[in-house]
């Protein structure tokens, strides 16, 4: 069954540095099945001078707004930012989930943002460097510039700061239950300077932000649940992970590895960036252990697991599992063939567990199956598809109620796979492709 998709609301676009036409109107997806309750476009997307574009989404906790940031790759390999909106789902107009806000934006580009936690702010940075504030109608609150940070670093050090630093700076997102953030910069020209907090009260009264003493310059920087301590990871080319504990301001050293977020209070889980293995650092000690669900890991997210297990058979067959961490609910999803057995199809389906993504409490997930339509490979996973191939590629993405068994496919043919962000709350997907077609919001119980 496919559902009749609504009307579009256009939000408005709270800022755009580069020209560019909506693309022509391109065929909705297909959607099989009687899951979702009901799909909505959002907007159509832009497109930047040079057709490359891809999108990246960021959800208010509530998942009553997001903000959505177009990019574009230029002829060179650079970035660069196309368009920026914040989509604001709290009111029902018409019938509709959206509403249209008008107002100013910041002066600023951004490439890096984040909700607090009461959906009232949306801190933002960028490349200048600067920092910044908005409320979620677009409207500057706050603002660090990089004339302030150059200040800060200068204090920093021992020696002033160069007359024409490379600054460098990245950004924590709000902490989870205050107004506070961190934040790191270096004179890339000099000697690095490290790691900063700071908040709405800070700004409000002039106090300067807090020095956070022993600890170097941070790519990545992710605050606990609790919010009582945050994860460090150096920008030093090291890999370090850190730990600093918010009350006291101490810190210390657990390992090493790209840092994926907390599990819970007391575990990191962190990526080896050359081979992709995952590992759990303790929180205290630093002690690692490997994710064993006694059985071949598939993929292992924040929420969630997906494992295959091989069966005796006869006939032999590989079962495709899904496992949430915290209720250690389990629904299978799949069973195919054992290896030597597979078709391409069944290989991409296993594939496509290693980017399958749930809703936090693990009651819904999905994955994408992609397959060449053209005659050279009309079965080939996507994976597989050589690069000067043209063409549209069918791309399938299951959603599943690993509650209830239930599922529904959507379907639809373009160059690219289609991106997916699940919502924090409300169990609502965001379907987007980058290929300047429409954001889709689909609604499930």
Known sequence: MSHTLWRTV????????????????APAPEIRGRLAVSVTTI?????GPFGDTFGRVHWAPDADAFTYHAYYRDQMGAYGQSMYRICDLSADIDGSLNTIHYGGWMDWGTFQESWSFDGRYILCADGVPTIGVADRAGHKVAQWTDVKLCEMLSDSMDEPASEDPR??????????????????????????????LTGLDDEATGRPPEHVDGVGPCLTMRWSPSGDFAALGASDGTSRVSILELETRRAWEIGTGGIVGWLDDYSVL???????????LDRATGTARTPDYSRELLSFTLH?????????????????????????HEALIATVPSPEHRTPSEQARVEAMQTVSSTPDGRYLAYTISAARSPKSATAPAATIPPDVSG????TTEVIDTWTGEREQIVFSSRKPPSLSWSPREHRLLYWTEDEGPVYLLQYP
Do not use: C, Y
């Open 392 to 395: 549209p590629v069918e791309n």
């Open 167 to 196: 600054l460098g700076l990245d950004v924590s997102e709000w902490h989870p239950f205050r107004h506070l953030f961190l934040f790191s910069i270096s004179d890339r020209s000099r000697l690095p300077s490290g790691v900063w």
């Open 304 to 328: 969630g697991a997906g494992v295959a297990r091989q069966t005796s058979g006869p006939p032999a067959e590989t079962e495709l599992w899904w496992v949430h961490h915290r209720t250690r």
């Open 270 to 280: 962190v990526e080896d960036r050359k081979t992709k293995r995952r590992t759990i």
């Open 43 to 47: 907007f159509r997307q832009g497109h």
């Open 10 to 25: 256009v939000l408005f676009t709270a800022m755009v540095t580069t020209g560019g036409a909506l693309a022509d109107a």
